[in-house]
């Protein structure tokens, strides 16, 4: 275990942000890249209906549970650099919300009337995504500490042993519940391994907890935490209704559709996030010119993305998705409008998460707040009513409009707010 952790941690001589760049970009990388082998992985060793049984409790509903225990925390952690609150603090609150996220699983499965196959399958997926949002509280504390390199390894290892561990399992018994306990067991190792021993061999991490502060912490990040669940909401409403409205398989095929919009936001992510720091300052200082010229340049630069997706998407798209998914070839030779509509409504999620950030940076929460509670509000009413309308092709034509609708609430709220600022610029 100490050669471990010395190997984890590395020498001090080496250059830091080298080291954080890297690994961070790896660990990210396989983080995303491990949803859509398992997805796959399931659906051709275990079956079209286990394939959609394990992309709802992947890519959804855990995620979603994900969320909950998350409590969009870790922007408030990573930037505390002042220690308003201690690493104890944080994680005794990220317990309780990992506590309630478990809780909130386990009455979904048995609000749900699943068979016990299913049932079994979704908690457990619950499970994995609370170990991985515990996981999370000591990978930014990493990065606070100046050593985001260990949140990149941590991220890294922890993925590749539990992912290896449920391919493993799925090939050799073809059982997709014991391959998920499988995984489970194999993601609190590599959280035994990767996260808790090794942050006690950072100095200066302080594990006290201070009477009220968990309440306190848990107040600032209220807001916060229910924006991240709406946002959620909305962005998974139509696999909810595919879940809610059809077959297990559909779901799969829906799951196989939706995968490229992953790609896409991870993409539009690495284009937006290095220029936050610069729009930021051209807020702060008055350079409306540049922070407009910066939003419309990032713009630029995710419409050439979304293009080139589409043109790719129309020829070559479904071809690709029929190797990677054999078993599902039959199906999806009839969703090529809905892999365009679910590409379409990916380009429009980059577009809102662009106005998403500059409307962080003009400190406008309560507004994202609003604008997402009105678009879930939208999602709730329709997601099933689209689905059960048009099936697999209603979904994604709901999911389109819903990033369009988001998109067009924080763009005219953002355009709103940079007009205000040049009308008071204009009369001092």
């Not at 997601?383 to 979904?395: D, E, H, P, Q, S």
Request: proline content about 2%; charged content about 15%; some cysteine.
């Amino acid at each position: 275990m100490e050669v471990l952790s010395r190997l984890l941690i590395g020498r001090e001589s080496e250059n830091p942000e080298k080291r954080n760049v890297i690994w961070n970009m790896i660990g990210s990388f396989l983080y995303a890249f491990a949803s859509m082998v398992l997805t796959i992985a399931v659906v051709q060793i275990a079956g079209e209906d286990a394939g959609g049984i394990f992309t709802f409790a992947f890519t959804t509903f855990g995620q979603h549970m994900f969320m909950a225990a998350y409590f969009g925390i870790r922007p408030f952690q990573i930037t505390d650099m002042g220690n308003r609150y201690s690493f104890g603090e944080y994680l005794g609150l990220r317990l309780l919300t990992c506590a309630g996220a478990l809780g909130v699983g386990l009455v979904y499965v048995f609000w749900n009337a699943y068979t016990l196959t299913k049932a079994a399958t979704v908690f457990l997926m619950v499970v994995y995504k609370v170990i991985d949002a515990l996981a999370d509280t000591y990978e930014a504390e990493f990065q606070r500490q100046g050593k985001l390199y260990l949140t990149g390894k941590s991220n890294a290892f922890r993925t590749l042993l539990s992912v290896t561990v449920f391919l493993t399992a799925l090939t050799a018994t073809k059982a997709l519940v014991f391959s998920c306990v499988s995984a489970v067991l194999a993601q609190v190792l590599g959280f035994l391994l990767f996260d808790a021993w090794l942050i006690r061999k950072l100095p200066g991490v302080d594990w006290s907890v201070r009477k009220g502060k968990k309440w306190a912490l848990l107040r600032d990040n209220t807001l916060l935490f229910f924006s991240v669940i709406l946002d959620f909401y909305v962005f998974s409403a139509s696999k909810y209704a595919i879940e809610a409205c059809m077959q297990d398989k559909d779901m799969a095929v829906y799951g196989a559709i939706f995968m490229p919009t992953s790609v896409i936001n991870l993409a539009a992510g690495f284009v937006i996030r290095p220029y936050l720091t610069r729009l930021s300052l051209g807020w702060e200082r008055g350079e409306l010119k540049k922070f407009t010229h910066t939003i419309l340049g990032l713009a630029a630069v995710i419409t050439g993305l979304a293009l080139f997706a589409v043109v790719g998407a129309w020829f070559l798209g479904i071809p690709v998705l029929g190797r990677l998914y054999p078993k599902l070839r039959y199906a999806l030779l009839e969703c090529r409008p809905a892999l365009l509509f679910i590409i379409l409504g990916g380009a429009f999620n980059a577009y809102m998460n662009l106005f998403y950030y500059s409307l962080i940076i003009m400190k406008k929460q309560r507004l994202i707040f609003a604008g997402y509670g009105f678009v879930a509000a939208l999602a709730l009413l329709f997601a099933n009513r689209f689905v059960k309308w048009g099936g697999i092709f209603g979904g994604a034509l709901v999911y389109l409009a819903l990033m369009a609708a988001l998109t067009a609430v924080f763009g005219s709220v953002t355009l709103m707010f940079v007009q205000k600022k040049r009308r008071e610029a204009d009369i001092l």
